[in-house]
């Protein structure tokens, strides 16, 4: 039995080190994972009391179109409940939009290095992607735009970037839409969107009702917590989110990510208090890795990238050694890890296992 040939190359998703695996295979007890981009402070305890609930349910399907979260998000968000959709995560509002849209041949054009999802949907759909260099790890969207021609169907932008933390501002996004054909459509990922208040970050939803091609992701994995509960969403016009409802499958997102995100939605305090310590974070952070005399990417999102100026993976497995799990593997930076912001706990001890490895690495 043979699978489709575009996809017999595709790598199976490599996911962080879990912290069991690591303690098991070499026999620590305190391990901390700062590999995933996850909320070091959990949920807020609304949304734990929403899962305890919904307990009761469990033998019941959810409601596949997630009305009352549907509808709370429009109301915050200034739009319609039909301009949204939620998915298994943004991982799935990526996929549904790939095979509702994306015909075999059809050009996408993405940055080189960024998520490797929009590549990896693509892919699935015999679409062509077309990358184009990051610029000091931040879209070149002067370069993308060259690239749009008659075959080009999706741009994928994502602000910040994973993996350099970088953003594109909103007066360059929306330079981009308005030069961009208008049957181009413009995925513009804003997974880490709520940590930001840099006035200079995009204002996406004004963007969305200027530029009725414009897709927005969102996702309640990141400064909400919800990580394991596979919740995201996409904002658009009404027409395009109806055919990526289309493709979607009956009850792809469970009552307990659904009960869990509107509980979330009304705890602001948990999500203020999240953000402050996620800019206390970076300060610490970039004020050691400057004292260590290491070079890192402006970082928007919870995470950074920093060289490390050794081979990553060396550095990667020493600090797995200290029971410290980051991210390396970068293709294009080579020396440099991705480290998400923790607890200020966390972030005390990365740094003391970081400079006690380059110590011994030198
Ligand atoms: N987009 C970006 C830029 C991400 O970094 C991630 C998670 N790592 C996602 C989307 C997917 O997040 P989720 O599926 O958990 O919503």
């Not at 098991?24 to 007890?29: A, F, V, W, Y």
């Not at 997102?253 to 509980?263: H, I, N, P, V």
């Amino acid at each position: 039995m043979q699978p489709k040939p575009n996809i017999v190359h595709l790598p199976v998703y490599q996911p962080g080190k879990p912290i069991e695996e690591v303690k098991r295979e070499l026999g620590l007890t305190e391990v901390i994972k700062l590999a995933s981009n996850e909320n070091p402070f959990g949920c807020s305890p609304k949304a734990v009391e929403a899962i305890k609930r919904e307990v009761e349910n469990v033998s019941i399907y959810p409601d596949g179109a997630a009305v009352e979260l549907t509808e709370a998000l429009a109301k915050r968000h200034g739009v319609n409940p039909d301009q949204i959709i939620f998915g298994a995560g943004s991982d799935e509002v990526i996929l549904m939009i790939a095979r509702a849209f994306l015909l075999p041949g059809d050009e996408n054009i993405t940055a080189d290095q960024t998520f490797p999802q929009y590549r990896h949907n693509i892919e699935i759909e015999n679409g062509v992607v077309i990358e184009v260099p990051l610029v000091q790890g931040t879209h070149d969207l002067k370069g993308m735009l060259d690239k749009v021609g008659p075959k080009t169907k999706i741009v994928w932008i994502c602000n910040p970037n994973n993996p350099t933390g970088t953003i594109v501002t909103h007066d360059e996004v929306e330079w981009f839409l308005s030069k961009v054909p208008s049957s181009v459509m413009v995925v513009l990922d804003e997974a880490y969107c709520e940590y930001i208040d840099d006035p200079s970050f995009p204002d996406g939803l004004a963007l969305l009702r200027k530029y009725p091609n414009l897709v927005l992701l969102r996702t309640f994995s990141k400064i909400y917590g919800l990580a394991s509960l596979r919740i995201g969403y996409g904002i658009g016009r009404a027409e395009l989110i109806r055919s990526i409802n289309q493709v979607r499958e009956p009850f792809n997102t469970s009552r307990f990510g659904q009960a869990a995100a509107l509980a979330s939605l009304q705890d602001n305090e948990f999500i203020e208090r999240c953000r402050k310590a996620n800019k206390e974070g970076i300060s610490f952070l970039q004020g050691e890795f400057d004292r260590l005399g290491l070079s890192y990417f402006p970082a928007y999102g919870n995470f950074i990238m920093v060289d490390v100026k050794r081979p990553a993976g060396e550095v990667f497995d020493a600090l797995l050694r200290k029971g410290v799990i980051v991210r390396a593997g970068h293709k294009h930076y080579p020396t440099s890890v991705r480290i998400t912001v923790g607890s200020a706990e966390q972030n005390a001890k990365v740094i003391a296992a970081l400079e006690a490895v380059l110590q011994e690495l030198a």
